[in-house]
């Protein structure tokens, strides 16, 4: 990536506390990608890196006006600028697509979270999955459930809408080493089954076992 | 045999699994919960009766009517629903704007749904990035080449790309245009990327 593209001085400072450089942004945002695709249940939200990514393309696009026309470069920054916001469409979409799945279950989990966990949906995001609840809820009932009889006229969402399935298997790389990961708790029938995850290394597991190290960042999904 | 017409309308979506939609079943809906009106009368006067006259041998009837009208419940519910998830794919696909062939497939309380739905997703798109907003209904491929090959569908007049130049969009005129320009008359049916 050339760097006289993203050269647009002081503004970056002021947005994050840790300065971050423009390739460092997109490495965060194509980790999140990868993150959310290969993760079964909704992941924390990453509104800053959103919100970054979108200021960083606004300034690709203005950078690229001021390239000359039929510039060769031009082609390859216009790449850029269209690789970059594939990802940040596809980063959204999968966020989209798996609360749309499961809504009930992650209005539940945001609206129970305590103070000091961070926030599962952005502000926008809670507000499509409010609206979204309430659509398909007065739907149902419009078209079928209020002529039902009395007793059978709701339907418990929390019930009706399967959960994600954390025992899923997923792939992932070991960013920062891990000791004793308990694998298969002890049983009557087996001794508990714990490993160590070197640096580096490369695993298929069950997601539900490595959930906390992806939030910590601990590994990554591939 | 109870919960029949309701099995029936499930395995009337089962049958289109390519996630086409249907036109919406008004009949076996109305004969399901007509089924379930009776069966919860039923249930009604035999509970009363069970109650006055201590008649316990009608708590079996009453206990299999009861599991029929939630079967019934449970089937109307999943139909309805996977109707929803369908029409929903339907934003993503074609847009905000439904063919009237489309259209014609839903009842009233689906072009609702679809209609609130659009205006959710609307909102939440223009919200994105601090009010600046992003249409991740497009960039739906990540971008594999710069130019495509594309062939005009109908006449769309004059087009200008960034380097200035004018190209004249005939119907049946091909061209080698930047991707990125294409996308939203491919999308729109104006023009149609030719694969090799």
Not at chain 1, 166 to 189: C, G, Y
Not at chain 2, 48 to 66: F, M, Q, V, Y
Request: with cysteine; hydrophobic share 35%.
């Amino acid at each position: 990536m050339s760097d006289t593209l993203f050269d647009d001085g002081s503004e970056q400072d002021d947005i994050q506390e840790d300065v971050m450089t423009p390739a460092e942004l997109i490495a965060k945002l194509e980790e999140a990608w990868l993150n959310e695709k290969f993760s079964p249940e909704l992941l924390e939200s990453r509104s800053e890196v959103v919100e970054c990514v979108m200021e960083q393309l606004t300034h690709m696009e203005a950078n690229l006006q001021r390239v000359k026309k039929g510039d060769a470069k031009a082609s390859v920054h216009r790449m850029e600028i269209d690789r970059i916001r594939f990802v940040l469409s596809s980063y959204l979409r999968s966020r989209l697509q798996k609360i749309e799945k499961f809504f009930p279950h992650v209005l539940e989990r945001e609206k129970s979270r305590g103070d000091s966990y961070p926030s599962l949906l952005s502000p926008e995001e809670f507000a499509f999955a409010k609206e979204y609840h309430a659509n398909t809820e007065s739907y149902l009932k419009a078209v079928a459930l209020k002529r039902m009889p009395p007793n059978l006229q709701t339907v418990d969402m929390l019930k009706a809408v399967p959960e994600p399935c954390l025992d899923s298997f997923v792939f992932l790389r070991v960013k920062e080493r891990q000791e004793n990961i308990l694998v298969e708790p002890e049983t009557d029938d087996q001794r508990e089954y714990v490993v160590d995850l070197e640096e580096g290394s490369q695993h298929l597991m069950r997601y539900r076992t490595i959930a906390p190290l992806v939030s910590s960042g601990a590994v990554q999904l591939i | 045999m109870f919960c029949e017409k309701a099995l029936e309308l499930i395995r009337e979506l089962h049958r289109m699994n390519d996630g086409q939609l249907p036109t919406f079943n008004e009949d076996g809906l109305r004969q399901v919960l007509q089924e379930m009106e009776a069966l919860y009368e039923q249930n009604q006067n035999d509970v009363n009766e069970a109650k006055s006259e201590g008649r316990t041998d009608l708590i079996p009837s009453i206990k299999l009517r009861h599991c029929c009208l939630l079967r019934n419940q449970r089937c109307l519910t999943a139909y309805l629903y996977d109707r929803l998830l369908r029409i929903r794919a339907l934003r993503w696909e074609y847009g905000s704007v439904l063919p009237a062939n489309v259209r014609f497939q839903m009842c009233a309380e689906e072009l609702q749904w679809f209609s609130q739905y659009k205006k959710s997703l609307a909102i939440f798109m223009r919200s994105l990035g601090g009010g600046e907003g992003l249409d991740i209904t497009q960039d739906m491929k990540p971008p594999k080449s710069l130019y495509i090959e594309v062939r005009c569908l109908k006449d769309h007049g004059e087009f200008e790309i960034d380097d200035g130049t004018v190209i004249l969009l005939k119907k049946n005129s091909q061209h080698f245009l930047p991707r990125w320009k294409c996308e939203q008359l491919i999308r729109q049916g104006v023009l149609e990327h030719v694969m090799s």
